[in-house]
């Protein structure tokens, strides 16, 4: 008799097998990174290039697959687990997030309803109160998980509008009057795009302008708010912002908070990345009001060590979110539902993927205590990188090193600012062309801005003082061209 062709899955020794090879892989990979370049040296398309047109008709050895990651995908990855990495916000995936991954694919829940996977429910649940005493942040506000800051602050946003009690959800936003949601000049790019979603227009957006340190100055809003009225345009938001995304600026979010509660305006509070530093006592300043918010946004994958993708979203106010989002159909109820919360009913979004497995796992394997020394290291080699920048007669900083993100530019006597911008856009072209240190830029005051991050799991001060040693190598050979 013909032997019958396996139609199930993997086989389960071989899974083992393959996953041992894997594992080993990954570790090999982490363990090395140093040795590869930061920055892929490649152009648009190479990698599509070494990629067969067509699927294959029977199936491939694992061995073949992990081959193909050493030969066609690791040549194309920007390595953001590189220690060397200091662009953008420097997420990086410690080794407990990353083995928490596995568990959740192996899982491969779906948390719809309490009922479709019990354990989800009650875990996010409990690790976001673990996460919420660790922020310090008041027990009123009630938290959930989302993908990334921008779904957060959506649905911060929405909750915001259906506080309005305007019947939007039914009738939409035929009839009523324009809104206006606020935010200041340094706000992140996802506002604007909750606004264009949401139906408010990048026009229902107000922007206020910012001091000397980019934060929101509180009196032009008001003055805005007062004006908006005026004209009857209805105000309902307000976002402000702690760590904003080009300089790290903390809005002044209890002055904010008064002018809201003064005006009836929802307050979303946007610390995707800084809000984990809310653990550290000598960094409460910074927080002063957030507890007046109505919902907030903080990001485990930035500055946690949680792998990408995990966003913690709370707020006071989950009677609100849910009259927004929840509608459930037949097919979904259960006979628990009036004992239970249904992660389904506080957002967009249906399914979801068991996301709180990889907090409690870096949570419970570092502990808060080491959590903190780790950001506190990571907030000391970033002011020892300032230091640096102010005692160099050639370099500047151009805004304040809240956190550990340092804003600063080469500045060389007798050169104008265009010349400055075009040196500093060399400068930053040169670094990145090296493959040794990724850095990312912004402008401030049309000045042409290089940022440096620090908020990597692998980074150490050597680390530091070697893209500093670059970035003055690199200044002086531009410099000697000229």
Same mark, same amino acid.
């Given at each position: 008799m013909e032997k019958k062709k396996n139609l199930c899955d993997m086989p389960a020794e071989e899974f083992k097998d393959a996953g041992f090879k894997l594992i080993e892989w990954s570790?090999?990979?982490?363990?090395?990174?140093?040795?590869?370049?930061?920055?892929?040296?490649?152009?648009?398309?190479?990698?599509?290039?070494?990629?067969?047109?067509?699927?294959?008709?029977n199936g491939e050895k694992f061995d073949e697959i992990i081959?193909?990651?050493?030969?066609?995908?690791?040549?194309?990855?920007?390595?953001?687990?590189?220690?060397?990495?200091?662009a953008y916000f420097a997420s990086t995936a410690s080794g407990p997030g990353i083995l928490a991954d596995i568990v959740s694919s192996t899982f491969n829940s779906n948390g719809m309803v309490w009922k479709s996977s019990p354990a989800l429910t009650e875990l996010e649940q409990t690790v976001l109160e673990w996460y919420r005493k660790?922020?310090?942040?008041?027990?009123?506000?009630?938290?959930?998980?989302?993908?990334?800051?921008?779904?957060?602050?959506?649905?911060?946003?929405?909750a915001a509008r259906e506080n309005l009690n305007l019947n939007i959800r039914n009738k939409g936003m035929t009839g009523i009057p324009k809104l206006r949601l606020y935010c200041s000049e340094q706000a992140h790019s996802s506002i604007d795009k909750a606004a264009i979603t949401l139906g408010i227009g990048l026009e229902g957006i107000k922007k206020i302008p910012v001091d000397s340190d980019f934060q929101l100055i509180p009196a032009e809003l008001e003055k805005a708010i007062e004006d908006d009225i005026k004209n009857g345009i209805l105000p309902f938001c307000v976002v402000a912002t702690i760590g904003t995304t080009s300089t790290t600026s903390v809005d002044p979010v209890d002055k904010i908070a008064e002018i809201c509660k003064k005006y009836n305006l929802w307050l979303h509070v946007d610390a995707a990345y800084a809000g984990?530093?809310?653990?550290?006592?000598?960094?409460?300043?910074?927080?002063?009001?957030?507890?007046?918010?109505?919902?907030?946004?903080?990001?485990?994958?930035?500055?946690?060590? /949680?792998p990408i993708d995990l966003s913690v979203f709370y707020t006071k106010k989950p009677e609100v979110l849910k009259r927004a989002f929840s509608l459930v159909p037949e097919y979904l109820k259960t006979n628990e539902d009036s004992l239970v919360d249904n992660l389904m009913d506080y957002g967009i979004?249906?399914?979801?993927?068991?996301?709180?497995?990889?907090?409690?796992? /870096?949570?419970?394997?570092?502990? /808060?205590n080491g959590l903190k020394e780790r950001i506190r290291e990571h907030i000391r080699l970033a002011k020892l990188f300032a230091s640096w920048i102010d005692e160099h007669p050639m370099f500047e900083r151009l805004a304040p090193t809240h956190f550990s993100t340092v804003c600063f530019r080469a500045k060389i006597d007798g050169m104008n600012e265009d010349s400055l911008?075009?040196?500093?856009?060399?400068?930053?072209?040169?670094?990145?062309?090296?493959?040794?240190?990724?850095?990312?830029?912004?402008?401030?005051?049309?000045?042409?801005?290089?940022?440096? /991050?620090?908020?990597?799991?692998?980074?150490e001060e050597r680390h530091v003082k070697q893209a500093w040693d670059l970035i003055n190598k690199k200044l002086h050979e531009l410099i000697n061209l000229k």
């Open positions: 570790a090999n990979y982490l363990n090395n990174i140093e040795k590869l370049p930061v920055l892929p040296d490649i152009k648009p398309g190479d990698i599509k290039l070494k990629l067969p047109t067509e699927p294959p008709e081959s193909d990651i050493d030969k066609i995908i690791l040549p194309g990855i920007t390595h953001w687990q590189h220690p060397n990495f200091m660790i922020l310090n942040l008041s027990e009123e506000f009630k938290g959930i998980i989302y993908d990334t800051a921008s779904v957060s602050s959506l649905h911060g946003i929405a984990v530093t809310a653990m550290l006592p000598e960094m409460k300043d910074y927080f002063i009001g957030i507890n007046e918010a109505d919902s907030i946004v903080t990001n485990p994958h930035k500055w946690l060590f /949680v979004q249906l399914g979801r993927r068991f996301r709180a497995l990889k907090l409690w796992f /870096v949570i419970r394997y570092f502990g /808060v911008n075009n040196l500093n856009e060399k400068l930053i072209n040169e670094i990145n062309s090296t493959g040794k240190l990724f850095l990312t830029h912004t402008k401030l005051n049309n000045k042409f801005t290089l940022r440096l /991050v620090v908020s990597g799991i692998r980074q």
